[in-house]
C-alpha cells in the first residue's frame, strides 16, 4: 500500500542533542513537508521541499535541518539550537506543491528531558 | 498573511444529532482548502479537498462548502456516530504553503 512512514514514533531527547525523525514516501510524490503540532495551535510548516536537492524554510524553520537527497525521503533534524523542541511532528506529501491534495504520515512525538 | 479560524474550538453532541463545523480564512485568494481528521496521536486523514471553483464537494455523511468571498467553509456532519468523534482541522492553500486552522475537537456521546 502507498503511504507515508514517520520513525521513530516517540522519541526522547536529552537537552543538547541532536535527533533525527524520518520520513518515507512511497507515493512518487515531488513535494513534501514538515509541521509541527503543539496543543491548542494549527500545524506550522517548519521546511518543505518540491523537488529532489532543493528546499524551503516555512515559518519555523529556526533550530531544524533537512535533506531531499532521493524523492522518496525526507529527514528532519531537531537541533540543540531548538530552544522549544518537545512537541508532535507530522510529516506529509504531494504530488506537486500547489493545488494537490496532502498525504500525511501518522506522525512523532519528541519529548525533550 | 493568511490566518485560519476554526470555531467552535471544541463540540459534544449526542449520538445521531446533525453538526456543523466552522472554518474561516482571512484571504480569498486560494487554490484549494482541505478538511482533515486527526484521532489523538495520529496523523491526519483528508476528508475533503474542495479547489478554489467548486462551491461542495460531498463523502457519505460529510459536506462540506465553500465561500471564498466571505472567507467561510463549512463541514456539515450527518446523523453523528460515537466513531466521529476526533479532532476535525481546516486548511487552505493560498499561494505559498498551506495554512491550517487549531481544529476542533468533536466528541460524540453514544
Known amino acids: 500500500d502507498g503511504g507515508i512512514t514517520q520513525s521513530p514514533k516517540y522519541l526522547f531527547r536529552k537537552e543538547g542533542q541532536n535527533v533525527t525523525l524520518s520520513c518515507e514516501q512511497n507515493?512518487?510524490?515531488?513535494?513534501m513537508y514538515w509541521y509541527r503540532q503543539d496543543p491548542g495551535q494549527g500545524l506550522r510548516l517548519i521546511y518543505y521541499s518540491q523537488i529532489v536537492n532543493d528546499f524551503q524554510k516555512g515559518d519555523i524553520a529556526e533550530g531544524y535541518s533537512v535533506s531531499r537527497e532521493k524523492k522518496e525521503s525526507f529527514p528532519l533534524t531537531v537541533t540543540s539550537a531548538q530552544k522549544n523542541p518537545t512537541a508532535f511532528y507530522l510529516c506529509?506529501?504531494?504530488?506537486?506543491?500547489?493545488?494537490?491534495?496532502?498525504?500525511f504520515g501518522a506522525g512523532s512525538r519528541l519529548t525533550v528531558l | 498573511k493568511q490566518e485560519v479560524t476554526q470555531i467552535p474550538a471544541a463540540l459534544s453532541v449526542p449520538e445521531g444529532e446533525n453538526l456543523v463545523l466552522n472554518c474561516s480564512f482571512t484571504?480569498?485568494?486560494?487554490?484549494?482548502l482541505q478538511w482533515f481528521r486527526q484521532d489523538p496521536g495520529k496523523g491526519l486523514t483528508s476528508l475533503l479537498l474542495?479547489?478554489?471553483?467548486?462551491r461542495e464537494q460531498t463523502s457519505g455523511r460529510l459536506n462540506a462548502s465553500l465561500d471564498k468571498s466571505s472567507g467561510r467553509s463549512t463541514l456539515y456532519i450527518a446523523a453523528s456516530q460515537p466513531g466521529d468523534s476526533a479532532t476535525y482541522l481546516c486548511a487552505v492553500r493560498p499561494v505559498g504553503d498551506m495554512r491550517f486552522g487549531a481544529g476542533t475537537r468533536l466528541t460524540v456521546k453514544p
Open positions: 506529509a506529501s504531494s504530488e506537486q506543491s500547489g493545488a494537490n491534495v496532502l498525504t
Open positions: 474542495i479547489q478554489s471553483s467548486q
Open positions: 484571504d480569498s485568494a486560494i487554490y484549494n
Open positions: 507515493l512518487n510524490h515531488d513535494a
